[in-house]
């Protein structure tokens, strides 16, 4: 491949195509009237709009992007994740058209997109499952006397899709039709799948997931886990790797299971199969997500592995280049996702302009983003300003190096979830490594976030004061609002 388009916009475009410019491989993009402007566009060798800002106008479209594709000259499509990334009539589309796919085949996607059929496919390698039903709800009946025989509370989830939708906690059996009934509708609306079914609520849940590569040769390899278990929503804000509990026996048995997954259903390129991890470390199967993840920074960081490269190599025909035995893990790696969100008020997008865009920078410091200073945050899509990462040699340094980065973020005009990601990160539960998907609803109350501590207040009042700078000190707090900047930049901001 000598070109390949891009479907995708903002950081994981930009993200792909500078692996492609380092393999000398032309990048296309396709951009919604929304994205004009933006860095990946920009970046590109070519850039074509393929219609209005909504997603369903433009990036969801096929025919738009399968004919920018032929007009191009482009031998392969990258997805990235979302839109198109796990659509197999996308993937059967491009086949047809003699358009390689980076990415794993329509009928791995069919089987794995599907968590019902991906349940089946883990049951016939003896992978441990959550206990529940064996396919979708369709008796009522049968489901009460299922969820009473695995206890309360149970977890309704749709059979389709994911970022929790479909998805409801059941306290007791009286609650139980109505909840089945909801989380049928939301399903059908969301993904236009009605289909649910009932598993035993795990408590205290730890969420491990396992980065896989295989080629179309048969092989395949695992590179070790991130760990995902912060979440708001029942979707993923930071991310680490490795686990902070996970032992090397733990490891290998969830690698083995992963990989065997993995050739079960002629996977090929880059995927990862997600586990429920309990409190006494035993793990059940989730799901596979038949693409790259947002998250699969850290990975590369511990590995040193390319992981677009490795997408773009299997696509390609190429054997992968190293064993099982090959992959070594060394050095701990965190991911804070930076959305336009405002923490204080139930983490609901804040979308403006982004009036100050400072990247933080340093040893160790990766910043994965698609915004420039001056852009506004498209109200059509996910509002993920960035991803930030950083790399160090232990998991206390990690963290020292992400608390640093953080503050230096300077982002103004929106708010952002980095003041959350501060004080996730500092807490002595994330510290000590006992944590788990419950984070948020344990220990994150929106008042920690305030600015208003005395302590905070001092220090500003004590150098304007030295400065000689006459203000109230309550609306300095305010400047610094988005992180616990250093007292230069709150001079700098209130000279400004």
């Not at 990258?78 to 085949?105: D, M, Q, W």
């Not at 968590?115 to 529940?132: D, F, M, Q, R, S």
């Not at 000590?432 to 929106?446: A, E, I, W």
């Amino acid at each position: 491949m000598k070109k390949i388009l891009i479907a995708n916009r903002g950081e994981i475009a930009l993200r792909i195509m500078r692996t492609c410019r380092e393999m000398n491989i032309k990048s296309v993009a396709v951009f919604s009237e929304a994205d004009r402007n933006a860095p990946f566009v920009q970046y590109a060798d070519e850039a074509y709009c393929i219609g209005p800002a909504a997603s369903s106008s433009s990036y969801l479209v096929i025919d738009k992007i399968v004919e920018v594709a032929k007009a191009s000259g482009a031998e392969g499509i990258h997805p990235g994740y979302g839109f198109l990334s796990e659509n197999p009539v996308f993937a059967r589309r491009l086949e047809k058209e003699g358009i390689t796919l980076i990415g794993p085949p329509a009928a791995a996607m069919e089987v794995m997109g599907n968590k019902l059929a991906a349940k089946e496919t883990a049951k016939a390698y003896n992978i441990p499952l959550v206990p529940g039903t064996e396919g979708a709800i369709d008796d009522l009946s049968e489901a009460k006397k299922v969820a009473v025989e695995i206890g309360f509370p149970v977890l309704i989830k749709a059979s389709a899709g994911g970022g929790g939708k479909g998805m409801r906690t059941v306290e007791n059996e009286a609650e139980l039709e109505e909840q089945v009934k909801m989380a049928m509708s939301e399903a059908k609306s969301a993904f236009g799948d009605s289909s649910v079914f009932i598993e035993r609520y795990v408590k205290s849940p730890r969420h491990i997931e396992i980065q896989v590569l295989a080629d179309k040769h048969g092989n395949a390899v695992h590179l070790f886990e991130r760990e995902c278990s912060i979440q708001r929503r029942h979707q993923k804000v930071i991310e680490e790797a490795p686990s902070a509990v996970l032992t090397p026996a733990l490891r290998e048995a969830m690698g083995k299971c992963a990989v065997d997954l993995t050739k079960a259903c002629n996977y090929e390129g880059a995927g990862t199969v997600e586990f429920l991890l309990d409190d006494k470390l035993n793990f059940f199967f989730l799901e596979m997500n038949t693409r790259l993840q947002v998250e699969h920074p850290v990975s590369e960081m511990i590995t040193g592995i390319d992981l677009v490269r490795q997408q773009i190599l299997v696509a390609r025909g190429e054997k992968l280049a190293f064993t099982q035995e090959d992959i070594t893990m060394k050095g701990h790696a965190l991911e804070v996702r930076v959305y336009a969100e405002d923490p204080q008020n139930n983490f609901l997008p804040d979308i403006g302009k982004l009036v100050t865009y400072k990247r933080p920078q340093g040893p160790g410091v990766r910043v994965d983003d698609g915004f420039e200073e001056g852009m506004n945050i498209p109200i059509y899509y996910d509002p993920m300003i960035s991803k930030l990462i950083t790399y160090a040699d232990t998991r206390e340094q990690a963290i020292e190096r992400m608390t640093r980065a953080i503050r230096e973020y300077e982002i103004t005009g929106v708010k952002t979830t980095l003041s959350f990601c501060d004080f996730a990160i500092n807490h002595d539960a994330f510290k000590s490594g006992n944590f788990d998907t419950h984070f948020v609803n344990q220990y994150f109350k929106p008042e920690v976030l305030d600015n208003s501590n005395p302590e905070h207040e001092l220090a500003i009042a004590a150098f304007m004061g030295a400065i000689g700078i006459q203000g109230n000190v309550s609306e300095a707090v305010e400047v610094t609002s988005n992180v616990k900047n250093s007292a230069w930049k709150t001079n700098r901001k209130l000279k400004a």
